[in-house]
Nanobody, 123 residues
Framework: QVQLVESGGGLVQAGGSLRLSCVAS????????MGWFRQAPGKEREFVAA????????DYSDSVKGRFFISRDNSKNTVTLQMNSLKPEDTAVYYC????????????????WGQGTQVTVSA
């Protein structure tokens, strides 16, 4: 069992930056692929970024590539999403998720989810 707790959301002006963190409970964090997803009002949850268990691979959606950066620190059971050059369309609830398998872009593959943190970008 893994429990995930996100933090770092908030209100920021367009062009600004935010840093989201996700802290996981449990001793097996380093064996999970981790992902960030987001859901805007009235829209489906969408993939944002993912990182392999050893940080050997990362993946980003086209909409955030070059602006967002995912990283992890297995010694601290933490995965981080650095978000730069934020746009109003980045406004959403951001979720951290853990996958015992290969992770990836499919939210259905993820086994554990955090409660989400709100990110609001004003124009």
């Amino acid at each position: 069992q893994v429990q995930l707790v996100e933090s770092g959301g908030g209100l920021v002006q367009a062009g600004g930056s935010l840093r989201l963190s996700c802290v996981a409970s449990g001793r097996t964090f380093s064996s999970y692929d981790m992902g960030w997803f987001r859901q805007a009002p009235g829209k489906e949850r969408e993939f944002v970024a993912a990182i392999g268990w050893s940080a050997g691979y990362t993946d980003y959606s086209d909409s955030v590539k070059g602006r967002f950066f995912i990283s992890r620190d297995n010694s601290k059971n933490t995965v981080t999403l650095q978000m730069n050059s934020l746009k109003p369309e980045d406004t959403a609830v951001y979720y951290c998720a853990a996958d015992r398998g290969d992770g990836g872009r499919n939210s259905r593959e993820y086994d554990y989810w955090g409660q989400g943190t709100q990110v609001t970008v004003s124009a």
